[in-house]
């Protein structure tokens, strides 16, 4: 069993900042492609990046391209992203997940393990 932990959220002013963090516990997470995603009040969530297992490629929804940087540290169990320049319209509720295969592709990522999510609020 694998248990996802988000933290980093909270209230920040448009064009502030914020750093998520995604502790695994459980399973080991290093063999496995990691991603963030979110889901606003009303809407569908959302894809929003992912990273191989070996941080060699990453991939980013492109609303977020060259705001959003996805990293992880996997001796660590953790898997991060860096938001800067937040909008209002990105106020969402930020979960990581799990891919469900072992050393796969990004053009693949699927997940099977989800966090309960870290609340991200972007007033204006």
């Known amino acids: 069993q694998v248990q996802l932990v988000e933290s980093g959220g909270g209230l920040v002013q448009a064009g502030g900042s914020l750093r998520l963090s995604c502790a695994a516990s459980?399973?080991?997470?290093?063999?496995?492609?990691m991603g963030w995603f979110r889901q606003a009040p009303g809407k569908e969530r959302e894809f929003v990046a992912a990273i191989t297992w070996n941080s060699v490629s990453t991939n980013y929804a492109d609303s977020v391209k060259g705001r959003f940087t996805i990293s992880r540290v996997n001796a660590k169990g953790t898997v991060y992203l860096q938001m800067n320049s937040l909008k209002p319209e990105e106020t969402a509720l930020y979960y990581c997940a799990r891919d469900r295969a072992s050393y796969g592709a990004l053009r693949l990522f699927a997940p099977d393990y989800w966090g309960q999510g870290t609340q991200v609020t972007v007033s204006s």
């Open positions: 459980g399973r080991t997470l290093s063999n496995y492609a």
